[in-house]
């Protein structure tokens, strides 16, 4: 049943990519930007009867994520998670029926924000614009890819991104190795991957994986 787009059958890219949501408990969503990716995802959780939703998300398109639910689903506690002050102030209070909860990414590493994502249980967690997670040694990516992150919290894990690799091949890695650890394999640890794909070397200050090598591999592992 696809009456959320607005009584007319999706379009093929539409259709495949919410067939392959549904089927997949981790999943990258990379069509280039305009392409719907979020009403796929949404139509997606509707199909799987998500019971509560986890959006991380840039603070600017929190409002839009909002709105999208609204007009695709039929969600109706939608919650934003909202916060002022230093880290170290008192944080807002997320409600325990809600069944969308939206947080900026920067928010995930404030600790009582943190805590009480962790305490929630989500069918599903939705990266947007998931290229902000491409620093190994970030802040938020740790608070949302590492063992301890707030993602292994959702049954689904969804990731969308229409500029999937902003720069380098080392700025996909932490994705890549959370969501398809099957692109790269036997190259699962960081510096395998770096010395197969990012041309890295031991320079006068350690190690340079700022290039890129292998590009025509690379880019046939990452076809799927």
Known sequence: DYTKYENRPPLAHQKEAIEKLVRNKKFILADDMGLGKTAQMIVAAERLKAKRILVLCPATIKINWMREFH???????????????????????????AEVV????????????KQQ???MDFTIGIMDEVHYLQSLTSK????????????????????????????????????????????????????????RYCGAYMGAFGLDDSGCSRPEELGDRLKP
């Open 71 to 97: 007009k695709w689903s039929n969600f109706k506690k939608i919650f934003i998670v909202e916060s002022k002050g230093s880290i170290s102030a008192g944080d807002c209070k997320i409600p325990l029926d």
């Open 102 to 113: 939206i947080v900026n990414y920067d928010l995930v590493i404030r600790p009582k924000i």
């Open 117 to 119: 994502l962790a305490g």
């Open 140 to 195: 938020r990516t740790k608070a949302v890819l590492s063992k301890s992150g707030i993602i292994w919290r959702c049954e689904y894990k969804w990731a969308a991104t229409g500029t999937f690799m902003p720069n380098r091949p080392k700025n996909i890695y932490p994705l890549v190795r959370s969501l398809a650890p099957y692109v790269i394999t036997p190259y699962l640890n960081y510096i395998e991957f770096a010395y």
